[in-house]
């Protein structure tokens, strides 16, 4: 598979092609308790192995997904990821997912990506005219970070995830492409 870059400012970059040697910074940026608080779907503590068995889901591109690496301009390590994710047949509609190594919070990154993830979304998927982000009530930073983006709240989610046994409301952001 041939990568497709995408600069974002003077600090990082995204592209579409993970590797192997991505893995080592899946580890050491994903045993992190804050991020597996605010995810649904990121093992903790995080291995090798789910690294690779994230590597291999991305590889067979089974989802319809929109994976990109956030990486350092500087040295091309993989700081986090970002991705849409379709949820309906024609992808129409989209969840997106993000997350960024704990060193690197409040540098306006992310916000920057999601602005870029959203236009290449739009591109790429035709159809997508929604794009829905589902935020645990207690995350204020994501939902900073989504208003900042232009998504609208929507709702409140009750019990919408349930995750160690417990069921955890989340709040409904939407960005809508007109
Ligand atoms: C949420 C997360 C992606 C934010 O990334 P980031 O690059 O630090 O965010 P940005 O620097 O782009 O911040 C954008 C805005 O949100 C605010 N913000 C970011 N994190 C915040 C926090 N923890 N508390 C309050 N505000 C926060 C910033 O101050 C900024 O607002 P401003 O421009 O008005 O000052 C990052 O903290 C993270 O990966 N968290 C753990 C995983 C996670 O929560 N994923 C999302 C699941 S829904």
Redesign the pocket.
């Known amino acids: 598979m041939t990568s497709n870059r995408y600069e974002i400012s003077n600090e990082i970059y995204i592209d579409n092609l993970l590797t192997e040697n991505d893995i080592p910074s899946l580890v050491k940026y994903l045993n ?1 308790p ?2 597996y608080a ?2 649904s779907h990121i093992p903790q503590p995080y291995t090798i192995k789910d690294g690779e068995n994230f590597l291999s889901a991305i590889k067979s591109n089974l989802e319809p997904t929109l994976f990109f690496n956030i990486r350092l301009n500087e040295t091309d390590e993989m700081i ?1 990821g970002c991705g849409l994710q379709s949820l309906i047949k024609n992808d129409r509609i989209a969840e997106i ?6 060193p ?11 602005g870029k993830v959203i236009e290449i979304g739009q591109i790429q998927w035709k159809n997508l005219v929604r794009i829905e ?4 009530t207690w ?4 939902r ?2 989504v208003e ?1 983006c232009h998504f609208a709240y929507e709702g409140l989610l009750r019990k919408r995830v349930h995750k160690n046994g417990q069921d955890i409301d989340v709040y409904l952001y939407a960005y809508i492409i007109e």
């Open positions: 992190n804050t991020i605010n995810t986090g997912g993000y997350w960024l190594g704990e690197y919070w409040g540098r306006v990154f992310m916000s920057k990506v999601i982000a589902q935020i645990f995350n204020n930073g994501s900073r970070v900042k």
